[in-house]
């Protein structure tokens, strides 16, 4: 479609405010935990794209969830989850990237503190996400004695076509759930050069001269690969003899990961670093798929008094970079932090930039409520239209956003059209939620497409001593389960109904778990027997 250029942008700060959003689809529906999102697309479809999280199971604490949508999120399969290596462990920090032949990677940690265990994983699904293949163990929390390198693994694929097309690339840093860890602090950086059915041994992403150090025991890279399949990922520094100033450095790599070479992107020299302790202060690099020299960085700074998203770019390959340029658009200055920020690019080079906002939130702290904005860049601009609402709601503060990673968001930008997943605790609990906004190139309208359809349950009354009533569109299977996921009782309906009452009251006193399949799908309730 032929776009309007640069008079339509400023058309967008008039017309992107004041358009109505649909409603946000709750796609996770967990009834204990959802937290930790991310988004892929099939870079051959993009109406196929599948979500992971991390979620609870019973009797399997919080494992990696997925989900697949093949019609671009109007509906979703049955969630699937990835088993753990060994019964004892946990999952975490999950990230997914599809390879140039429609394959999706997923990769994550399953680890536990207690035995002092664990590694970062990938799958390989060869149906599109529906099912996934056996682990192959990407780096172990021993690789490096002593500095457990798995927290936080983030991959990328080179889908490029050139020499190192296929390459699997992984970055991580050391974690902050096995206690302290003594100094020096190291990014790490794993390669598969056989589509992942094995890693080469790790080695540390940063060198002499370019040190992450002894100050930051969490120096996150953030990588990318850009379609001529050069690798870059960034991370944080801060050793005097490099600068006396805290920086953030780019790595990169044109030769498959084989060499690497270091350039500065920032240093805090006047600038002011966000230290809130509950703020989610990660920071993005991303590549411009229709430009391999164009790179952006976004990072949260406190030059004006509160936590703001900031945005750099660089159209030489990271050897210069631009200047800050503040992307919320709220009063400067007016005490609201921002914080959880993503960004990605379109095909064509058109750019959005999302967070979690606060500007219309009663206070000034972390524990407030907030929403999720953006900003859009078109390709042929060099200024960010007004800022528009994402989500629908106004979600209130739950202390659970106060534990490491759990909230969370990742957007994907494919042909005019925004793919938002998020944490949100608007329901009284985590859950991850999806909305999806067009960007028409002739009418410049936000509009939600379609949206997976929440099936309808109703259960009353809750608690019961005796007797619930439950209510669905097309009842076909009823299951009630204990406290450790054992199925206690059950009732297959050969002939569908949309009213049925269970007697309860022989079952002990306690919490329970409802899971009903109805014409919609299937939807569960904590039930309390009295």
């Known amino acids: 479609m032929n776009k309007m250029k640069k008079i339509m942008v400023l058309l967008m700060g008039v017309v992107l405010p004041s358009l109505l959003l649909a409603q946000n689809t709750n796609i996770s529906n967990g009834f204990v935990f959802d937290g930790e999102p991310y988004l892929a697309i099939n870079p051959n479809n993009p109406q196929h794209m599948v979500v992971a999280w991390m979620g609870f199971k019973m009797s399997n604490q919080i494992v990696i969830k997925t989900k697949v949508s093949f019609n671009g999120g109007q509906t979703w399969s049955v969630a699937n989850f990835a088993p753990h290596t060994n019964p004892a462990y946990g999952s975490a920090d999950p990230s997914l990237a ?3 032949a429609g394959n999706v990677f997923l990769c994550y940690i399953d680890y536990d503190v207690l035995i002092d265990s664990g590694s970062v994983y990938i799958r390989k699904s060869i ?160 590549s411009n798929p229709n430009n391999p020299d164009h790179l952006i960085f976004i990072l949260l700074l406190n030059n004006y008094g509160d936590g703001d998203v900031f945005f750099m770019e660089s159209f030489n390959s990271g050897n210069a970079w631009s200047g800050l340029t503040r992307v919320n658009d709220d009063p400067i200055g007016n005490n609201r932090m921002q914080d959880l920020i993503w960004a990605d690019f379109d095909l064509d080079g058109d750019l ?81 939620y999806f909305q999806r906004i067009s960007f028409d190139g002739t009418t410049v309208s936000i509009q939600q497409i379609s949206s997976e359809i929440i099936p309808y349950l109703k259960v009353n009354p809750n608690p019961s001593s005796d007797f619930i009533n439950v209510e669905a569109k097309g009842i076909k299977n009823i299951s009630l389960f204990d406290s450790f996921g054992k199925v206690i009782f059950q009732i297959n309906n050969p002939i569908t109904k949309d009213e049925m009452t269970l007697n309860i009251k022989e079952f002990p006193s306690g919490n329970y778990i409802l899971r009903v399949l109805s014409e919609n799908g299937i939807q569960t309730r904590k039930i309390i027997k009295n």
């Open 98 to 100: 599809f390879d140039a």
């Open 127 to 286: 149906d599109g996400g529906l099912n996934w293949g056996a682990p192959t163990e990407v780096i172990n929390a021993h690789s490096d004695a002593g500095k457990y390198p798995i927290d936080r693994p983030w991959i990328s694929i080179d889908n490029s076509g050139g020499s190192y097309s296929g390459n699997i690339y992984i970055t991580t840093m050391p974690p902050r759930v096995f206690g302290y860890l003594p100094p020096p602090y190291h990014p790490y950086f794993i390669r598969s050069v056989d589509g992942g059915n094995s890693f080469e041994p790790w080695m540390f992403l940063d060198n002499t001269g370019w040190l992450a150090g002894n100050y930051i025991p969490l120096p996150m890279p953030t990588n990318t690969v850009t379609n001529n399949g050069i690798f870059h990922a960034a991370y944080p520094s801060w050793v005097n003899s490099q600068h006396v100033y805290p920086q953030y450095i780019l790595a990169s790599s044109s030769d498959g990961g084989n060499t690497l070479n270091y350039k500065s992107i920032i240093n805090l020299s006047g600038n002011v670093a966000f230290n809130d302790s509950l703020a989610k202060k990660g920071y993005l690099l991303r």
């Open 352 to 432: 959005i930039v999302t967070w979690r906002d606060r500007r219309n939130a009663p206070d000034s702290t972390y524990t407030t409520s907030s929403e999720i904005w953006g900003a859009f860049r078109h390709k042929d601009s060099l200024n960010f239209a007004p800022n528009f609402l994402i989500s629908d709601t106004q979600a209130s503060y739950d202390t659970i956003l106060a534990s490491a990673g759990n909230d969370f968001m990742c957007v994907k930008f494919r042909h005019d059209t925004i793919n938002a997943v998020w944490g949100d605790t608007r329901s009284g609990r985590l859950n991850i």
